[in-house]
């Protein structure tokens, strides 16, 4: 084969991946530090068997990073680490745009997993190729990962026989998350009355499907908080908000703070 004529779409984008030893330069909030820098997911594993204690503090709690484990953290989710000594680690800031993982990302919560004979290798072949142009180091990046984030997966009650079935549903919000989307619209994608869909939505996923665009919105108006000068009433009628006063409340309630204190605080 042409190796011209080969493509390969990736699943997983690497925005920076490292080994480092970190002490109390760690001691920072998240936005001056970079430590999950804008739109980017997290992968965590900590090598050393220090006593160390290192602690992430989320908007929904706090995340003490161990050793021996992988952690999964969301884009968006810490606000500053704290530790008392040093430690040796992995990370990884990643994106996906594959669309189920926009349904990952609203049902994870941060989570870890033991790590096992493969895990330092995963780490070490994302760092030794993230950065490099080529399909083979594109391929073996995403598959790296695609590897690790499979056992932290395996946390979330959901089957992947359900994602597969509403991939098309998935994919419709992605398209459409801007407009006024009816629960009969997507319940006519797999031909079902809407009661029927909103129950089987549900019991997949745990969330509404319009808790499920509420969450999508609700992250991309992050995105373009952090990434733009517009308005927030500019930004809530992008991402489908009609009442910028709706959006405002609803930003405060599910993110913590307000999207003028997020978008300072990204500046800082």
Partial sequence: MDKASFSYKKSYYVKNARFQKVGTEWNANDWNAGLNPTGCHVLYYRTDSNPTKAVLHMLDGSLEIEPGKIYFVPAFSVLRSEINGEIEKYYVHFQSDLVEFGLYRQLFESCSVPANSLTKELFDIIVDNYDKKTI?????VSGAIEILMADLIENIAVLPRDVERFK???QYIENNYRQKIPVSTLAKIL??????FSNIFKAAFHISPKQYIL???LFESQLLLSGTDMSVREIAERVGFENENYFSELFSAKVGISALRFRKNLKM
Avoid: A, D, F, H
């Avoid at 083979?136 to 073996?140: A, G, L, P, V």
């Avoid at 031909?191 to 029927?196: A, G, I, K, L, S």
């Fill in 191 to 196: 031909n079902v009355t809407t009661v029927y």
């Fill in 215 to 217: 969450g999508k919105r």
């Fill in 136 to 140: 083979s180091s594109e391929m073996k």
């Fill in 168 to 170: 098309p549903v998935l």
